[in-house]
């Protein structure tokens, strides 16, 4: 990947930047969601709010304008991985509806971010013979992904393991991703987030055999330290973690004093930070694919910042706590 060959997308990233939502907070200050289509009818979303029928159906105007994001800048972009590393949560997702589609013969929604071809995946899945499940397509990885999963149910007959599965094929994925651009700052990030999740993790199995079952490999830190800290208070967490990197988002997060629910609810938005802070970075570089990836990441995140704020409208929660459970912005 050549630097260079980003300087005209990242022009033109520059100037999509311009169009980012800057004030969360006041936002948050306005009363109902009438009031927040209102504030954002001059910004991007305005051409989707237009056509809303009702404030209450809201995702339907972040969706549509995530989708136009990511067709932009894969318009652009010139390595498409950049674009594939972040739609594949979006793919995972996909392929954890389809297995419990599969699994319970209902009928459920997908996430029009994906780009994999479901319908395809399901015949293949279906196929009487297991033996011709990978006949004729050997090399489809998704498949081989969402095997693995139904394997992993089978076996136990937890339909946990499906996400477990999937959660631990998603980061060996993105690693992948990550090491074919050959950006340190992103394998880096990935591997960092490999170890969040871990401790995430860490907090909510309480079963060892289960434990180990569940943690992801290629972070920075080893699965068997994991296993070693499995009976540590928040405390003695954050003592055995102190060098490692981490820790900071960690320090923030976690407290003996807060309960289960509010330390897996802080640890969610420290994670929210790390990626938000990979993103900040890039500020300093004038061009490269950090900045079309910073972009795409600030958007997701204002996404889940408006998303936050229309829920807690919709539910009557005070500004207050919405205001605590704001995730960082770009801009």
């Known amino acids: 990947m050549k630097r260079d060959d980003f300087i005209g997308a990242s022009i033109s990233t520059r100037i999509y930047e311009d169009d980012l939502v800057k004030d969360f907070y006041r936002l948050n200050e306005l009363d109902s969601l009438s ?71 209902e009928d459920y929604k997908y996430s029009p971010m994906g780009n994999i071809d479901v319908d395809y995946l399901k015949r293949q899945i279906l196929k009487t013979d297991e033996k011709d499940i990978f006949e004729d397509d050997e090399e489809n990885i998704y ?73 992801i490999d290629g972070g920075f830190i080893d699965k068997d330290r994991f296993l070693e800290m499995y009976k540590l208070d928040m405390t003695g967490l954050l003592i055995k973690m102190s060098n490692d990197k981490i820790y900071p ?36 570089v004038t061009y490269g694919p950090e900045v079309l990836l910073a972009y795409l990441i600030s958007k997701e995140q204002e996404i889940k910042n408006l998303r936050i704020i229309f829920i807690s409208k919709l539910n009557g929660l005070s500004k207050e706590f919405t205001k605590d459970r704001l995730r960082e912005a770009y801009v």
């Open 143 to 215: 498949l081989t992904y969402l095997k693995r999963a139904i394997d992993a149910y089978e076996d136990r007959k937890d339909p946990a393991m499906i996400d477990i599965s999937l959660d631990k094929s998603y980061y060996e994925r993105e690693l992948d991703i990550a090491n074919a651009t050959g950006m340190d700052s992103l394998i880096n990030y990935t591997k960092e987030a490999i170890d969040l999740i871990n401790v995430k993790t860490l907090l909510r199995v309480r079963d060892l055999d289960q434990l180990g079952d569940c943690l």
């Open 35 to 105: 009031e927040i289509m209102n504030a954002l009818s001059d910004s991007s979303y305005g051409r989707y709010i237009q056509e809303l029928r009702r404030p209450e159906e809201y995702e339907e105007i972040l969706s549509k304008e995530l989708v136009r994001v990511y067709d932009k800048i894969e318009d652009i972009t010139p390595d498409k991985n950049l674009t594939d590393y972040l739609r594949e949560k979006y793919n995972f997702h996909n392929l954890k509806v389809l297995a419990k589609e599969i699994i319970q013969d």
């Open 249 to 284: 988002y960690l320090a923030r997060a976690l407290d003996n004093d807060k309960g289960e629910v509010e330390n897996l609810l802080n640890l969610e938005k420290a994670i929210d930070d790390h990626f938000m802070d990979f993103a900040k970075a890039s500020k300093a």
